[in-house]
C-alpha cells in the first residue's frame, strides 16, 4: 500500500502520450494517453480491435505511430525496429511463447543482445551463460543457462520468456518496463498462480503492463487499470474500487448479463440414442479405457489439467492420431477413421485450439474457408455455383455475425473472434456434420467474442448437434455443459450431472483432476 | 498453494508420461542413428569382402571422402535455415576453370600459383553472394535461385572450356592434389580443416548460431532485432565457399579444369547432410553430424563396389538408403495432420 502511494509521486517510469495510430479505413489508436509508475501492475483491456495490440505493437517498435510521444522516465524515445525498443527498456512477453527450441537457454534469454559477449564476432559462451543467469536469478529459476529449450516444459519456458523480457535492462539504465500480452491465455488454471506469483516479482525489478482478456485476473494483479475501446483509452480505474461488471460495461459498452453463459437457454437433453460411443478407448501412454457417450442437442464438458489426456481423446476422436485399443460408435455403426478425412465423412467437425495453425486457410478467403469442409450443397456436378456459393456464405456471415468487408476478404484480416466464426461457419454450413469437437474455442477471444461463440454453442444445442467440449476455464466447462467428464492421468475419473441451476462447482471437479 | 504445487507437479509428471519423455528417447535414438547405421555398415562389409578393413582400400575412403565433406559441411548451413544450394556443381565447374586457368596449365601462360586456388575458391564465395542476395532480398524460393544460379556457372565454365579441357601444370598444387602424408591423402587434411573451421563457426558466431534461430523460426529473430537477410547471405556465402573450395580440390585431384568435375556431387552432398541428421525443414542439425553422414555415403558406396555391385545399382541402393533415412529422422515428427511441402 505504501508502495502504491509512493510511486504515485515519482516520476512515471513509462509515458504514452496523445498517441495515434491509423491504417488504411481504420483509426487503430485515437488520441492514447496513460502512464505506468516505478513498480507498478497496470492492467490494460478492451476487446479484440480496441487497439490494444496496435498499442503493444507501437511499444515493441514494430509499428510507428503517426503522432503522440512516448517516454521512458521522462526521456522522449522512438524506435525504428523491436532493438530500439529494448534498448529503451521495454521488454515484451508475446502471446505466443517467442523461443527458439534448437538453441540454449542463454541464447533465447538474449537473443539479438549477444553484442557484449563477443569478442571480434566471435562468442564467448562463459559471458553469455552469466548474464543469463543474473536474469534466471532475478525470477528465482533453477534453470540452467546451458540446457536446450526443447528439453523445457512449458511453464518453465515461460519462466524463460519472463528472463528474456527482463534482460532489457542490461542495456537500458533504469528500471524497465514489462509488457506481458496475453501471458494467461495460454496457460491451465493450475499454472496461473504461479504466474502470479511471478508478476509479484517482477515487481519488485520492473514495471509491469498485464495485458488480457479476463478481467477477474486484471483485477486480481493490478495496481491501476486502463480500459480501451474503439481505439481509444476510455477509463482508468482503481482495481479495489470496480468490479468484473463495471469493468465489463466499460470494455463492451454494454450492460453484462449476469447470464454470461447463456445457462438459461441450456435446454435439458432428449432421451435420444447417443451420436457418439467411446468403449474402453486406449492410446498407450496418452489415454486408457475411456468410455463415454454424447446424445443430440448434449454438451459433453471434458475437464483435466493438461496431460490428463483430453487433447489426444480429442484428437483421435477427429481421426487425427491412432488408437490401440477400445471402439468408437457414431449413429450405431463402429466406425475407425485412419485420417480427419474420413471423420468429416462421417459427420464429425473439430475446431482446434491452434486456430492460425490448424483452423483456417490464412490467405484464403472468408468463402473459400467456409466452404472448406462441405461444398456440396453449393455445386452442380464438379463445379460451384456462383450464385448458391454467395447464397450460403452470406446467410453464414449475418446468422453468425462474422465482421468482414465482404466474402472475398482474406481471413488473415479479420479479428481472432470473427476467424473463430469462420471456422465455425465452416462446420455448420455442412449438413452431414453431427458432432462438433470443441478444442478451447475461446482461447484468446475477448468478452464480447466469447459470449457470441456461447450463444452460438446453445444455438447448435438447440438444432440437435451433439458437442464435446474442451473448456478453456472450468467456470467456462461447467456452464456450458449438460455433462462434465472429469480426466486424471488419462483415465475418467468422474461424471457430473451439470443440469442448470444444480451445476457442481470447479472446487468439486478439482478434488477429481489431481 | 499446497494444493497448486500438487497440481502442477501432477500436470508436469503427466506430460512427462506421454509425450515429452517418449519423444526424447526417440530423439536420442534418432541422434544416435547416424552413428550406428554406420558402425553397421563398416561391420557388414568388412565381413563381406577382407579387402574393405585394409590400409588400401581406408585410403580410397579417405580421399573419396574429402571433396564430398567439403562441399556437404558448406551445405548445411543453408539446409540449417530451411534452405537449399543446388548451385553446387555449376560453382564446382566455374571455380574448376577459373583456378586452372589461373593456375599453371597448357592453354596460356599464367602462373599465378596460390592465388589461383584463392581466385577458385573467391569464384564459389561469389555465386554464394549472389544466392544469398537473390534469396534474401528479393524472397526468391532458395531452390529456384540456386537452380539458376548453378545453370550460369555451367555456363561460365564452358565459355572458359572452350573445346578442350585445361590441364594443371603446378606442380606443388598438384602434390596437394594426390599427395599423401603418412598414409593419408593430403586432400583429407584440407577438408578435416574445413570441418573444423565450419565446426567453430557454428559453435561461435553469430552465422552460425542464428542459423538454428531463423531456421526454428524466422518471426521469432526478427521479432528479437535480428537482421535475418544478412545473415541467411552469410549462409549462402558459406555454402558457395565451400563449393568453390571443392572444385579447387577436386581440379588439384583431376589435374584437370572441367565442366563436369562437380557431377553427380549435389545429390550426394545433400544426401550426406540429410544422411547425418540435418532436417530439410531447418533449425535441428549440424556440420559434425554431416561428417558422419559424408562417411556413411562413402563407405555405403565404396563397400558396395567392393562386394560387387555395379555401379548403376549402386546409385539405386544408395538413393533407396536416402530417402529410408529421411523418413527416419522425420518419424518423430510424423502426425496425421501435419503438412510436408
Keep these: ?20 495510430k491509423t491504417f488504411p479505413g481504420v483509426i487503430a489508436l485515437d488520441d492514447v494517453s496513460l502512464e505506468v509508475r516505478p513498480h507498478e501492475v497496470v492492467g490494460l483491456i478492451g476487446e479484440n480491435g480496441a487497439g490494444k495490440s496496435t498499442l503493444l505493437n507501437i511499444l515493441s517498435g514494430l509499428y510507428a505511430p503517426d503522432s503522440g510521444t512516448l517516454k521512458m522516465n521522462g526521456k522522449e524515445v522512438s524506435f525504428k525496429g523491436p532493438r530500439d525498443s529494448a534498448r529503451a527498456g521495454i521488454g515484451m512477453v508475446h502471446q505466443e511463447q517467442s523461443l527458439v527450441s534448437a538453441v540454449s537457454v542463454a541464447e533465447n534469454i538474449l537473443l539479438g543482445a549477444e553484442d557484449q559477449s563477443l569478442t571480434a564476432g566471435w562468442y564467448r559462451w562463459s559471458s553469455l551463460n552469466r548474464r543469463a543467469q543474473r536474469q534466471l536469478d532475478k525470477i528465482g529459476s533453477r534453470i540452467r543457462p546451458t540446457a536446450s529449450l526443447g528439453t523445457l516444459t512449458f511453464a518453465q ?20 518496463v514489462i509488457v506481458l500480452d496475453e501471458p ?67 470494455m463492451v459498452g454494454r450492460e453484462s448479463s449476469g447470464q454470461f453463459y447463456r445457462e438459461a437457454q441450456q435446454a435439458p437433453v432428449r432421451d435420444a440414442e447417443p451420436v457418439l460411443t467411446t468403449k474402453g478407448l486406449t492410446k498407450k501412454g496418452c ?8 446424445r443430440p442437442g448434449e454438451v459433453l464438458g471434458i475437464a483435466g489439467v493438461q496431460g490428463a489426456g483430453r487433447e489426444e481423446l480429442s484428437r483421435v476422436l477427429f481421426g487425427a492420431d491412432s488408437y490401440d485399443a477400445g471402439e468408437v460408435w457414431l449413429s450405431g455403426k463402429r ?87 469462420v471456422i465455425l461457419a465452416k462446420w455448420l454450413s455442412s449438413p452431414r456434420v453431427k458432432v462438433l469437437i470443441l478444442d478451447h474455442p475461446t482461447r484468446g477471444l475477448d468478452v464480447g467474442a466469447k459470449e457470441d461463440v456461447y450463444a452460438l454453442i446453445r444455438e447448435l444445442c438447440a438444432r440437435d448437434m451433439a458437442i464435446i467440449l474442451l473448456g478453456d476455464t472450468l467456470e467456462e466447462v461447467i456452464a456450458l455443459s449438460h455433462r462434465v467428464v472429469v480426466m486424471r492421468d488419462g483415465s475418467i475419473s468422474a461424471l457430473f450431472e451439470a443440469a442448470p441451476g444444480r451445476k457442481p462447482t470447479p472446487v468439486e471437479l478439482v478434488k477429481w483432476m489431481v | 498453494m499446497h494444493t497448486l504445487e500438487k497440481l502442477r507437479d501432477r500436470a508436469s509428471s503427466a506430460v512427462g508420461l506421454t509425450g515429452t519423455s517418449s519423444h526424447r528417447w526417440a530423439s536420442r535414438l534418432i541422434n544416435a542413428g547416424p552413428v550406428v547405421a554406420l558402425v553397421i555398415l563398416v561391420a557388414v562389409f568388412s565381413i563381406a569382402n577382407s579387402t574393405f578393413l585394409t590400409g588400401g ?69 561469389l555465386f554464394g553472394l549472389v544466392n544469398g542476395v537473390l534469396h534474401a532480398n528479393l524472397r526468391i524460393p532458395s531452390f529456384m535461385v540456386t537452380l539458376g544460379t548453378g545453370a550460369v556457372g555451367i555456363g561460365v565454365a564452358t565459355v572458359l572450356f572452350g573445346g578442350q579441357p585445361p590441364r594443371l601444370m603446378d606442380a606443388s598444387l598438384r602434390t596437394w592434389g594426390v599427395g599423401s602424408w603418412l598414409g593419408v591423402s593430403a586432400l583429407l587434411y584440407v577438408a578435416l580443416a574445413v570441418l573444423g573451421v565450419a565446426l567453430l563457426v557454428q559453435r561461435y558466431t553469430r552465422v552460425g548460431r542464428y542459423g538454428y534461430v531463423i531456421g526454428g523460426d524466422e518471426a521469432i529473430a526478427s521479432l528479437s ?32 579444369g572441367d565442366v563436369n568435375i562437380g557431377k553427380n556431387l549435389l545429390f550426394t552432398a545433400i544426401s550426406a547432410v540429410v544422411v547425418g541428421g540435418t532436417v530439410l525443414s531447418g533449425g535441428r542439425g549440424g556440420v559434425l553430424k554431416t561428417f558422419v553422414g559424408s562417411l556413411i555415403i562413402v563407405v555405403l558406396g565404396n563397400g558396395l563396389i567392393l562386394v560387387g555391385v555395379s555401379p548403376e545399382v549402386q546409385i539405386a541402393v544408395q538413393s533407396v538408403v536416402i530417402v529410408a533415412a529421411v523418413a527416419m529422422t522425420s518419424w518423430p515428427l510424423r502426425r496425421r495432420v501435419r503438412v510436408v511441402k
Design chain 1, 157 to 176: 519456458k515461460q519462466m524463460v520468456e519472463l528472463a528474456k523480457a527482463l534482460a532489457v535492462e542490461e542495456e537500458y539504465d533504469g528500471q524497465p
Design chain 2, 225 to 256: 532485432g535480428i537482421n535475418a537477410k544478412k545473415y541467411k547471405t552469410g549462409a549462402f556465402v558459406i555454402s558457395g565457399t565451400a563449393a568453390g573450395f571443392a572444385g579447387v580440390m577436386a581440379s588439384a585431384q583431376l589435374d584437370v
Design chain 1, 1 to 20: 500500500m505504501t508502495q502504491l502511494m509512493s510511486s504515485e509521486m515519482a516520476q512515471p517510469t513509462l509515458q504514452v502520450e496523445n498517441l495515434t
Design chain 1, 335 to 421: 466406425v475407425r477413421f485412419s485420417s480427419p478425412v474420413g471423420a468429416v465423412r462421417a459427420g464429425i467437425g473439430y475446431i482446434p485450439t491452434e486456430r492460425r495453425l490448424e483452423g483456417i486457410a490464412q490467405g484464403m478467403s472468408v468463402k473459400e474457408n467456409v466452404l472448406l469442409a462441405d461444398s456440396r450443397a453449393v455445386s452442380r456436378g464438379p463445379f460451384l455455383d456462383p450464385r448458391l456459393v454467395k447464397e450460403l456464405v452470406s446467410q453464414w456471415v449475418m446468422k453468425l455475425n462474422i465482421k468482414t468487408p465482404n466474402i472475398d476478404a482474406d481471413v488473415a484480416n479479420l479479428s481472432g473472434g470473427n476467424q473463430q466464426k
Design chain 1, 184 to 250: 494467461t491465455s495460454v496457460l491451465e488454471s493450475d499454472d496461473l498462480e504461479t504466474l502470479f506469483a511471478e508478476i509479484e516479482r517482477l515487481r519488485q525489478v520492473a514495471s509491469v503492463v498485464f495485458v488480457s482478456h479476463r478481467l477477474d485476473e486484471v483485477l486480481r494483479v493490478s495496481d491501476r487499470v486502463y480500459v480501451m475501446k474503439d481505439g481509444r483509452c476510455v477509463a482508468e480505474r482503481d482495481p479495489k474500487t470496480v468490479d468484473v461488471d463495471e469493468l465489463y460495461r466499460l
Design chain 2, 57 to 125: 582400400n581406408l585410403q580410397t575412403i579417405g580421399s573419396q571422402l574429402s571433396i564430398l565433406l567439403v562441399l556437404a559441411v558448406g551445405m548445411t548451413f543453408v539446409i540449417l535455415l530451411g534452405g537449399i544450394d543446388l548451385s553446387s556443381e555449376g560453382v564446382m565447374a566455374a571455380s574448376s576453370l577459373v583456378f586452372v586457368l589461373l593456375a599453371s596449365n597448357d592453354r596460356n601462360g599464367n602462373n599465378f600459383g596460390w592465388m589461383a586456388v584463392a581466385a577458385g575458391i573467391g569464384t564459389g564465395a
Design chain 1, 287 to 294: 489415454f486408457v479405457d475411456v468410455s463415454l457417450e454424447v
